[in-house]
């Protein structure tokens, strides 16, 4: 059989927010460390959302190309996983998977095949990757722009290459995505919003929803 889909919402704020994700099912959760982002979580909350995270669900932080004090700072909080969402070379991928000691997801953005035959590099040293839509020129930020990509790009992976899915999911698209990519699991964030960093509870479930049907 088959593994389950992995299920992943980020973005969560408020330790509301949280018990209600854990509550629809979801499998990991992601917390934005990065000021430019509307989602972003200072270290003091960072510190409580992760505790309440333990025995009951996958954290995960979301760092954009930090340096090692931050990388540090994060590390020591005790997340299950850090997700590097900047331009990080494999190398610094690798030095920063050395001195965190925590699992690392890296992100890569996908936007034409020379993308995709990145990801082989990368997923021979990180945990775990995380295909996303390269973000348009002049955005402020890599991610969490709600944008898609051209999902037949993938037909170039190599198919034994494992990865998780991001980039414009939402409750209605998400089934399909599933059935057509099949990905090992998938990553919402604007897509379960009613604004920029406002998460809706309703969205989050219906997208759980949808998703386990499908997967
Ligand atoms: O959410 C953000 O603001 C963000 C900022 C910087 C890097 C990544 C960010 N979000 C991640 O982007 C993907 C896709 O998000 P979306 O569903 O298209 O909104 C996801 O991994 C977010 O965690």
């Known amino acids: 059989m088959a593994d389950p889909l992995i299920i992943k919402i980020c973005g969560i704020k408020t330790p509301e927010l949280l018990d209600a994700t854990i509550a629809a099912g979801a499998d990991m959760v992601g917390f934005m460390h990065f000021p430019r982002s509307p989602r972003h979580v200072d270290i003091e909350p960072l510190a409580e959302l992760i505790s309440a995270c333990r025995g009951r669900i996958e954290s995960c932080v979301v760092l954009v190309n930090p340096d090692n004090s931050c990388v540090a700072e994060v590390a020591a909080l005790g997340p299950?996983?850090?997700?590097?969402?900047?331009?990080?070379?494999?190398?610094?991928?690798?030095?920063?998977?050395?001195?965190?000691?925590?699992?690392?997801?890296?992100?890569?953005?996908?936007?034409?095949?020379?993308?995709?035959?990145?990801?082989?590099?990368?997923?021979?040293?990180?945990?775990?990757?995380?295909?996303?839509?390269?973000?348009?020129?002049?955005?402020?930020?890599?991610?969490?722009?709600?944008?898609?990509?051209?999902?037949?790009?993938?037909?170039?992976?190599?198919?034994?290459?494992a990865f998780m899915l991001s980039g414009g999911l939402n409750p209605d698209n998400v089934a399909e995505a599933i059935r057509r990519v099949r990905p090992m699991g998938i990553d919402v964030s604007s897509g379960v919003e009613r604004a920029p960093g406002e998460k809706d509870k309703r969205l989050i479930e219906a997208f759980i929803r949808n998703a386990r049907m499908a997967g």
Request: proline share 9%.
């Open 80 to 161: 299950d996983w850090i997700q590097l969402h900047g331009p990080e070379s494999p190398h610094r991928v690798e030095a920063i998977r050395a001195e965190a000691g925590v699992e690392i997801m890296k992100a890569l953005p996908i936007g034409s095949a020379e993308d995709v035959a990145e990801v082989a590099s990368y997923a021979a040293i990180a945990d775990r990757v995380l295909l996303d839509a390269k973000p348009p020129k002049g955005a402020d930020r890599p991610g969490g722009l709600g944008d898609s990509f051209d999902w037949g790009l993938l037909q170039g992976l190599d198919p034994e290459t």
